[in-house]
């Protein structure tokens, strides 16, 4: 079905004239251009950025908030950066007017853990297990060949693609943080990008140059001092008891990987020590968690702590049975991640995807054995909340995003429903989950900026920042004296 666009709308589908890049703050790295640079490109984008009311009108809207509800036939206004009204009917005769028919307007996706450096490691390991491929390859031999403008130009193209496959918000966890400038670095990188995310500031190679943890006490006055931002601060241990002390005497979140698959550390029993120590605090995220027993799960929840799955690697990569249907039998309600993309996809359409099938998967095989212990199937609009106010929950920004509510930032996307793989539209819901991919992604805002316009990243010199990531690959894999393989 072809969009017809109403008198008074922005019509015009000329492709966006993409701008020069800028130049990072203090170090030649290719970075997304100004807004003002795309200023006359295309006289409809030009207008969005300028105006400070944008209406989009008459779309099928899924607010992912209870009390606004959903809508076949709705209108959104935004406003100076946030939400203004979601309903039918929105008259806003100053506003920059985007006619919706045709789409599907949702709030942005989260991804709640996401090793972001290595964007240009992208499938690198496309048969990899994480034992030994990954741990001995990504970690033992390439993250110690990354220097700071590797690690800017990773996180760049990892923070870029994001947003153009739909993912408005990121928990960042990269370990690559082997000197104080890879930390600067990756930090600049998310600015410039413009995603909203939170940088879990993690260890790096071990050495004489790596300050982690100390170093958070720079990072938390320098780079996050303000909270009228979009980048936050926490930091990425493990389940140590002087780990969380620091995260404790510093204010900031946690986010920890746990999982009771690896021999050498009871992860359940570490968890409970540091709950009778008091150390857990409401925000603290925790991930995988693969074959936790209930006892500590029931802890994370009670602490009002968080849940990041990462389904579709923790399948792929060995990393053993995804915790779904365990994590909600005890009532919480996890968030989604990609972990990393050197095998797969960071796309949360996918990861939906596959959180649906293995939880489908499970359940059937207990309707088997026992019918009546047998827990209930997900729905589309449940395993949606996992990817959208699920996440923004996990990155503890849930009462500024994560819903088309009122009064909160605008992160939201406009998705194309009128292609011919989803058209004609039976179920909202499950055309997002179980039809859409990042194709579908036709804009993206952020805070109410424009970030896709039309399938297109705005303000990105795109060559450029190819070229960039190709070349940071090459020298990476060269001193780390490892040999890619693009047709094996």
Same mark, same amino acid.
């Given at each position: ?20 890049? @800028?130049? #990072? $703050?203090?170090? *030649?790295?290719?970075?997304? !251009? &100004?807004?003002?640079? /795309?200023?006359?490109?295309?006289? =409809? ?43 039918? @009917?929105? #008259? $806003?005769?100053? *506003?920059?007017?985007?006619? !919706? &028919?045709?789409?599907? /307007?949702?709030?942005?996706?989260? =991804? ?46 990892? $923070? ?329």
């Amino acid at each position: 079905m072809s969009k017809k666009y109403k008198s008074g709308t922005i019509a015009s589908r000329r492709g966006l004239l993409k701008a020069a890049a @800028g130049v #990072a $703050a203090g170090a *030649a790295l290719p970075a997304a !251009a &100004s807004a003002q640079a /795309v200023q006359g490109a295309d006289p =409809d984008l030009a207008r969005l950025q300028s105006q400070r009311r944008i209406l989009l009108k008459g779309g099928v809207v899924l607010s992912m908030d209870p009390q606004v509800g959903n809508f076949a036939n709705a209108d959104v206004l935004i406003e100076a950066g946030k939400i203004r009204d979601v309903r039918p @009917g929105i #008259a $806003a005769a100053d *506003a920059a007017t985007i006619d !919706a &028919s045709c789409r599907i /307007v949702i709030p942005g996706f989260t =991804d709640t853990h996401s090793h972001s450096y290595q964007g240009i490691l992208r499938n690198i390991l496309s048969n990899g297990r994480v034992d030994p491929d990954y741990n001995r390859d990504i970690v033992g031999k390439i993250t110690p060949a990354y220097t700071p403008q590797d690690a800017y130009i990773g996180m760049l193209a990892t $923070a870029l693609g994001m947003i153009d496959m739909g993912t408005t918000g990121v928990i960042d966890v990269s370990q690559v943080n082997n000197t104080p400038e890879h930390s600067d670095a990756l930090i600049k990188a998310l600015q410039d990008a413009g995603i909203r995310a939170v940088f879990g500031y993690s260890a790096g190679v071990a050495g004489p140059g790596m300050q982690h943890p100390q170093d958070i006490v720079r990072l938390k006055r320098t780079s996050f001092s303000s909270k009228d931002q979009l980048l936050t601060l926490a930091l990425g241990i493990g389940p140590d008891p002087k780990m969380f002390q620091i995260a404790r005497d510093n204010d900031v979140p946690v986010v920890a990987h746990l999982r009771n698959t690896l021999p050498q550390r009871d992860d359940g029993a570490r968890l409970k020590a540091l709950s009778q120590a008091g150390l857990l605090r409401p925000g603290d995220v925790f991930i995988h968690l693969l074959h936790m027993p209930p006892e500590p799960l029931q802890l994370i929840k009670d602490s009002g702590c968080h849940v990041s799955l990462s389904t579709a690697v923790e399948m792929t990569m060995g990393h053993g049975i995804p915790a779904i249907q365990n994590v909600l039998d005890v009532g919480l309600q996890p968030s989604l991640s990609s972990d990393h993309a050197v095998t797969l996809s960071p796309d949360m359409f996918s990861m939906m995807r596959m959180t649906g099938v293995v939880q489908r998967y499970g359940v059937y095989a207990r309707e088997r054995s026992n019918p009546q212990s047998a827990p209930r199937l997900l729905t589309c609009r449940e395993i949606l909340e996992f990817g959208t106010i699920n996440g923004a929950r996990c990155a503890n920004v849930d009462g500024k995003v994560g819903t088309l509510t009122p009064g909160k930032d605008a992160d939201l996307l406009m998705l194309k429903a009128d292609s011919i793989d989803i058209w004609p539209l039976n179920n909202a819901h499950g055309a997002v989950v179980n039809l859409m991919g990042p194709q579908h992604v036709e804009a993206v805002f952020i805070a109410g900026q424009v970030k896709k316009w039309r399938g297109n990243l705005v303000g990105v010199d795109m060559p450029r920042v190819l070229r960039s990531m190709q070349e940071a690959r090459d020298g990476v894999l060269r001193r780390a004296n490892f040999a890619m393989d693009l047709l094996g």
